[in-house]
């Protein structure tokens, strides 16, 4: 595994990619290594790698899960089938899904957590957002909020259930949706529950179309 403090350097004040001010936070963020053991005894043994995607004034905020392994390589969120999924949901092009001054992407976990002996993602360590999410939330004011999957939903809406919270979706919106996880493991979910795509869909693209 490489350094990613020499792939990545940290520049302080500033936003390495898109050269938009910095939260003070991120640049603490992105040398995190609480998970350093965690992540070794995976299978993958991988290093911590936090995906840190977000910046002041955003008027969107994606509320993710945690990087996959092919973001984990990339350093980008939501490079996968799951981000081409999310995106068709919004209704928004690449430029403006990582415009960091427009969208911001804060997972619940900021680095890929390995593997199961299934071979499916691990959940998010709580440390995490236990020691990140507060504070991050407390420097952004976004206008809508999308909340990917059960770990976001019931961090921020308190909510157990993620069907019954999708299902419940008008009592949150339209500064508030929550989504199923966009992973192709959730097609099935997808088409048990057509109101989804039928209903949700149009007013969460209406709803981004005159936010962004
Ligand atoms: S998952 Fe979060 S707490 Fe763990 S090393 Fe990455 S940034 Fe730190």
Redesign the pocket.
Known sequence: MSDDSQRFPARPGADPAAGLPELPVAAE?RA?????Q??AATATAHE???VVWFARGARVLVASQ?PGMRVHQSGRPFTDASGQRLRDWMGVDEATFYDRSRVAIVPM???F?GYDAKGADLP??P??AR??RARIMHDLDPQVTLLIGGHAIRWHLGLRDVTAAVAGWRDHAPRVFPLPHPSWRNTAWLKRNPWFQAELVPELRKTLAEVL
């Open positions: 963020l995190c290594r609480l998970c350093v965690r992540f911590p790698r936090p945690a976990g900021f680095c957590p998010p360590p440390i995490c020691t990140w």
